[in-house]
């Protein structure tokens, strides 16, 4: 209950009279008010007493049609479970994130991020294009036929902020493009990422430059990645670790 990206109550005559799921709730509502988002998204299964401060997070109603009760959870649970996009919100800046991919020899990566001052009629755009080599792109594809996509998506943006200074920023001063080319070196199995970053400022000239904190922003993405996204099952961990061993064999 303390990692998971949204805790779904299931509300019926049972559950809304147990001590028992009354604890479990309170400890998902004490997480919304430390995180300060939405977790608990309450199901009404069959027509019950629904607790007061519960009514007005109703989030699905099952009593009568369950493929369109399953609908409005999926609705409900979409923002906090989506790897591939997201939002980021600060006093200052808003912004507005999504990674996609192409499918060819090597393995292609983009992120694009957004960004929109909250002071200032300014938006930047910053796409971020990271290309594997042939042993990186062979690692990706060995997750994919397994069916960890996902996780493989998340380790390349995982390896990128882990290289990349949190301090890293682009100075835009004007409606020009910026570009930085640099080539990552996977710790082991010969894994490197060609990676070029284009970043760009658009909206009202306004005589002032802008700083994009790009690496303050690649944090926050990966760390949103994180708490959206589910742990390996035991599973899917004994599946990583027998594809590095079998990697690790291939090297000896």
Not at 72 to 89: K, N, W
Request: proline residues 2%; aromatic residues 6%; glycine residues 6%.
């Amino acid at each position: 209950m303390q990692s998971a990206s949204a805790i779904l109550v299931c509300l019926s005559r049972a559950s809304v009279s147990s001590d028992w799921c009354r604890r479990e709730l309170n400890a998902g509502l004490i997480r919304e008010l430390e995180e300060k988002r939405v977790v608990v998204l309450p199901l009404l299964i069959e027509d019950c007493d629904v607790p007061l401060f519960l009514r007005d997070k109703f989030r699905a109603d099952f009593r009568t049609d369950f493929e369109e009760g399953l609908g409005q959870v999926l609705d409900a649970i979409a923002p906090v479970t989506s790897l591939h996009r997201g939002r980021i919100e600060s006093p200052e800046w808003l912004t507005d994130w999504a990674q996609d991919y192409t499918e060819g020899h090597r393995v292609y990566q983009r992120l694009t991020i957004v960004g929109h001052s909250a002071t200032t009629p300014v938006t930047t755009i910053t796409e971020v294009e990271i290309i594997g080599n042939e042993s990186a792109s062979k690692i990706h594809r060995e997750y994919v036929d397994a069916g960890l996509e996902w996780f493989a998506d998340r380790l390349i943006i995982e390896m990128l902020a882990d290289v990349i200074s949190e301090k890293l920023t682009i100075l835009l001063e004007d409606q020009m493009p910026r570009t930085l080319n640099f080539v990552v070196q996977g710790k082991s199995y010969g894994a490197d990422y060609d990676v070029r970053i284009t970043s760009r400022l658009l909206g009202r000239d306004t005589g002032a430059s802008i700083v994009v904190l790009l690496g303050r922003q690649l944090r926050e993405i990966i760390d949103e990645q994180r708490r959206t996204t589910r742990s390996l099952t035991a599973e899917e961990l004994a599946t990583v670790a027998a594809l590095r061993e079998r990697r690790a064999r291939s090297t000896r």
